[in-house]
């Protein structure tokens, strides 16, 4: 069973910042834009940022402007830097994988996910 594993999670106040981090399996970040999704309880998971192997990145209106996802090739990370949080931040964050050839064919859908890291912001 293929694992993304994610860590870096936590309480912050509003304003401030967390980065987080998500650990693929080789075979499986080699050929997969990754991302990262959340879900607040009651709501709908959305799409919080995704970036192809080719460095591009595409994030969601709400956190465009203060989170920034990188990838490291050579590592098979990819992170998250969160910045100027605020309470509506607040969710779990899944990390997730979709084949490359998905995403390219305009499927949004992820085929492997993380186990969820909790993000709590406070007012």
């Known amino acids: 069973q293929v694992q993304l594993v994610e860590s870096g999670g936590g309480l912050v106040q509003a304003g401030g910042s967390l980065r987080l981090a998500c650990a693929a399996p080789r075979n499986i970040f080699s050929i997969s834009v990754m991302g990262w999704y959340r879900q607040a309880p009651g709501q709908q998971r959305e799409s919080v940022a995704m970036?192809?192997?080719?460095?591009?990145?595409n994030y969601g209106d709400s956190v465009r402007g203060r989170f920034t996802i990188s990838r490291d090739n050579a590592k098979n990370t990819v992170h998250l830097q969160m910045n100027s949080l605020k309470p509506e931040d607040t969710a779990v964050y899944y990390c997730a994988a979709i084949w490359n050839e998905k995403y390219f064919s305009g499927s949004l859908s992820p085929d492997y996910w993380g186990q969820g890291t909790q993000v709590t912001v406070s007012s």
């Open positions: 970036i192809t192997s080719g460095l591009s990145t």
